[in-house]
């Protein structure tokens, strides 16, 4: 039932570009992206809902394929400050329920 | 300043005993959530409340109890029945609705020696 996040790790120079993906076994009204930096709260970086909509970062960019349940988070030019572990977020479909469960994560590390 | 407080943020205790963690949150949401962290598995959620006096169980709510009396509060006990309750706990709140998003308080690192 927890969404499912790939690649699990990954080691980026910086100026590099990273794919990060998330994928649900239901289907999705929503899903949202967060980073947490070891031993601290995860910070919110965007939402995107059916329809196309999106809220969020400025330098960070995601799709979410509503058919395939499926999102990716695009960072580009990495920084050193991208490193961390990054999760997604779904809100449970469930009518009258907001079950908010996140995917099992993907930890990222940009090297100078 | 507005935000969600979980206290302590180092916590130990010996095998058996039960122990409560808190988690205020002065944003006026009505959805509370808790989640263990533990390495390689992502955030896993034990219970999650919608509105005070009623809260629903998550994944993995064996061995834990929730109660929301405030609408401010939703303090967790990991109880003597939770087989390995050493972790990192998350607490989190939101408004309702599909498009919000979730505010996250510092953690508490319970260690159960």
């Known amino acids: 039932q927890q969404p499912v996040q790939s690649p699990q790790a990954v080691i980026l120079r910086e100026g590099e570009d990273a794919v990060i993906n998330c994928s649900s076994s239901k289907a999705l009204y929503s899903v949202h992206w967060y980073r947490q930096k070891h031993g601290e709260a995860p910070v919110f970086l965007m939402i995107?809902?059916?329809?196309?909509e999106q809220k969020g970062h400025e330098k960070i960019s995601a799709s979410f394929n509503e058919k395939k349940q499926q999102s990716s988070l695009y960072l580009t030019a990495s920084q050193l400050s991208y490193s961390g572990t990054y999760f997604c977020?779904?809100?449970?479909?469930?009518?009258?329920?907001?079950?908010?469960?996140f995917g099992t994560g993907t930890r990222l590390k940009v090297l100078a | 300043d507005g935000g969600i407080t979980q206290s302590p943020k180092y916590l130990f205790r010996k095998e058996g005993q039960n122990v409560t963690l808190s988690c205020e949150q002065n944003?006026?949401?009505?959805?509370m959530y808790w989640y263990r962290q533990d390495p390689g598995q992502g955030l896993r959620l034990i219970y999650y409340?919608?509105?005070?006096?009623?809260?629903q169980k998550g994944d993995i709510a064996e061995g834990y109890s929730v109660s929301r009396e405030k609408k401010e509060s939703f303090p967790l006990t990991v109880t003597s029945a939770q087989k390995n309750p050493t972790a990192f706990y998350l607490c989190?709140?939101?408004?309702?609705?599909?498009?919000?998003?979730?505010?996250f308080g510092q953690g508490t690192r319970l260690t159960v020696v």
């Open positions: 409340s919608q509105i005070v006096n009623d809260f």
């Open positions: 944003l006026n949401h009505d959805a």
């Open positions: 989190a709140s939101s408004q309702i609705g599909v498009d919000t998003e979730a505010f």
């Open positions: 995107l809902l059916k329809g196309g």
């Open positions: 977020g779904v809100r449970g479909t469930t009518s009258g329920t907001y079950k908010y469960i």
